[in-house]
């Protein structure tokens, strides 16, 4: 992993940043109680949209060109982690429908796809989702079953996903699919309208409440060939530069959590007064606050050098560096391969110890509240429940530290 640029990285906000931040926070504010009472009644919350479309959150990162506001990577995980204070259950809603929805599209998608998709989902009108894991092909999706055949002029998908985040209501979600024949795999641009398309809600989940997760069914679901997302066979390249995103999505969630535990047990701890004075003297009290603040440091710095990395990575494939390199630069370069190689690498280590450290903070938090801190009316107990996802999807940590150990022993080491 090369350091060479790190005196290049400049984290310091721009005035345009900080209105932008400023409006992400006030959407946060406007619909915090709504979601609480949500996430209480385990419902979709029907203000997310309205509030963020509004100020263009929906597409934050998406080009201009698109519909979207454009912005960088880093101002996309700022934005992110604010949201992430108010829970990962909100926060998986913007990773599902931006980080490995339209990313994703923006990426591969020819420029027909593009126009015809992006600026809908930037504005709102429409929400996105990823359609990948499978009941028996999570942390390996090489092992799905869906399938794949042509026929005319579209192809015919049969399969099914689930866990997929806003599976329930989206409009249009990318997924995966295998060639029986040669056992590839190759990504597709899916509408929920499309023929043989079927969700069904999965319920009784321990969290992430607000965020609807589904189960697709594709039964000879017909998707046109113009729908095909890069090139045949191309899907599982696409799906893991897709969690490079996502990765780095939860991990500044995770700090968003993390942050707003720490607010809450700050405010507790001095209200509330053990044997005769306050709790936040007491020093396992303040051990617990320290580590919480100790974690925060430590991802946020981790995310936004994975921010960094990926935004390097993007300007590289848009070809709009004002250097010497081809406007459109081709993905067999051994630059291109390098700087996916230090996004990915990033991203993993940044995912693995938020989102653990954003577990451990919310099992601290509700430590410290005490009895207070174990009804889900408290903002700590929805961030513990919640948390506990972040540790399996978008790649599982055990299977995470496998990948960062491999990475540092070479590839002639890889466990899986």
Not at 19 to 30: I, N, P
């Amino acid at each position: 992993m090369s350091y060479s640029n790190l005196s290049q990285m400049n984290f310091e906000l721009s005035s345009d940043q900080h209105r932008f931040l400023q409006k992400v926070d006030g959407a946060c504010r406007s619909i915090r109680s709504h979601e609480e009472k949500c996430y209480l009644e385990e419902r979709l919350n029907d203000r997310v949209v309205p509030a963020f479309g509004g100020i263009g959150m929906l597409g934050c990162p998406v080009s201009k060109k698109y519909g979207g506001l454009g912005y960088d990577m880093l101002t996309y995980a700022l934005a992110i982690e604010r949201i992430g204070q108010e829970g990962a259950s909100l926060r998986t809603f913007f990773s599902a429908h931006t980080s490995i929805g339209q990313l994703v599209l923006q990426e591969w998608g020819s420029e027909m796809q593009k126009k015809e998709y992006l600026p809908d989902t930037a504005s709102g009108k429409s929400i996105m989702a990823f359609a990948l894991t499978e009941p028996a092909a999570g942390s390996d999706p090489s092992s799905m079953t869906t399938t794949f055949e042509t026929k005319g002029d579209h192809y015919l998908l049969k399969g099914k996903k689930h866990w997929i985040g806003n599976g329930t209501f989206a409009n249009v979600m990318t997924t995966y699919a295998k060639d029986p024949g040669s056992g590839k795999i190759s990504a597709f641009i899916v509408e929920r309208d499309s023929p043989g398309f079927r969700t069904e809600e999965m319920k009784n989940k321990m969290g992430l409440l607000t965020v609807k997760n589904a189960e697709i069914y594709f039964e000879n679901c017909v998707v046109p060939k113009r729908n095909l997302l890069g090139k045949k066979g191309q899907g599982l390249k696409i799906a893991y530069s897709a969690l490079i995103d996502g990765r780095i999505s939860v991990a500044a969630g995770a700090v968003g959590v993390m942050e707003d535990c720490l607010q809450e047990c700050i405010a507790h701890s001095k209200a509330r007064k053990l044997h005769g004075s306050p709790l936040a003297k007491k020093q396992l009290i303040q051990d617990h606050i320290a580590r919480i603040a100790v974690n925060i440091a430590s991802s946020r710095w981790l995310v936004y050098r994975a921010a960094a990395a990926r935004q390097k990575l993007h300007d590289y494939v848009e070809g709009i560096r004002s250097d010497d390199r081809p406007s459109r630069p081709g993905r067999d370069t051994k630059e291109y391969a390098a700087l996916r190689y230090e996004a990915d690498s990033i991203a993993a280590i940044a995912k693995f110890h938020a989102s653990n450290c954003a577990f451990e903070a919310a099992n601290s938090s509700v430590q410290v509240f005490g009895s207070f801190g174990y009804r889900k009316t408290a903002r700590v107990a929805r961030h513990f429940l919640d948390t506990r996802a972040t540790i399996i999807y978008e790649g599982a940590n055990e299977v995470l530290k496998l990948k960062i150990a491999s990475q540092v022993l070479g590839d002639d080491y890889k466990a899986y």
